[in-house]
């Protein structure tokens, strides 16, 4: 297995509040990726990263923003989190070729 | 603008059966496809994949056919265990796509003993 990890795993949140998620691979791939997963939804992705300070919006960016300053750490930040950010949220990695590897998940709940 | 569509959100089968998964695309740029097989409280783990230039990909009980003129492709699973029982979801990228996926909605199988 890749080694990709996401932490936290689980978070209770509010309204309104400020909420970094992390990912964290030691594959050293270029390639970095955040999705939500919601159901009758699938995996959407949220932004990607092709590289060190390097990254791009997909096709939910919306009250998320990301940073990476190091190639092994991709963060997830959503400035003022809503309800509808309530989600399972997935990163993912790859390489050379277009076959991405999924984290374990962070669930995360906004109240 | 769904372009990658799992028209089946659950499937039920008998152990030792075949199982077949479904996955339609709309765009035609998509040269590359791949499964992906879900547990709950996990993330999805890669199953098999197949590029535009095939039409059929095997791995053991696995196997990816892929239709390219009715823009589909299906996973067959045979013979079903228990232990397949997951959320499946195809995906799909393009060679400009900068190895971003489109994935499905995903298809619930279940094998029953």
């Known amino acids: 297995d890749a080694g990709i990890t996401q932490s936290p795993r689980h978070k209770v949140t509010e309204t309104g509040t400020p909420v970094t998620l992390r990912c964290h691979q030691t594959e050293n791939h270029r390639y970095m990726y955040w999705y939500r997963q919601d159901p009758g939804h699938g995996l959407r992705l949220i932004h990607y990263s092709y590289g060190v300070k390097d990254t791009d919006k997909g096709e939910v960016s919306d009250g998320y923003s990301v940073s990476r300053s190091k190639t092994e750490d991709f963060l997830l930040t959503l400035e003022s989190a809503t309800s509808s950010q309530t989600s399972v949220y997935f990163c993912?990695?790859?390489?050379?070729?277009?076959?991405?590897?999924f984290g374990p998940g962070t669930r995360l709940t906004v109240l | 603008d769904q372009q990658v569509k799992q028209n089946s959100p659950s499937l039920s089968v008998q152990e030792g059966r075949i199982s077949i998964l479904n996955c339609d695309y709309t765009?035609?740029?998509?040269?590359?496809f791949l499964w992906y097989k879900k547990y709950p409280a996990e993330g999805p783990t890669f199953l098999i994949s197949?590029?535009?230039?095939?039409d059929k990909n095997e791995d053991g009980r696995f196997t990816v056919f892929l239709n390219k003129s009715a823009k589909h492709l299906s996973l067959h699973i045979v013979p079903s265990q228990p232990g397949d029982s997951a959320v499946y979801f195809c995906a799909a990228s393009t060679e400009t796509s900068g190895s971003r996926l489109t994935f499905g909605e995903g298809t619930q199988l279940t094998v029953n003993p």
């Open positions: 197949i590029s535009s230039i095939k």
């Open positions: 765009n035609s740029m998509f040269d590359y």
């Open positions: 993912a990695i790859s390489g050379s070729s277009d076959t991405q590897y």
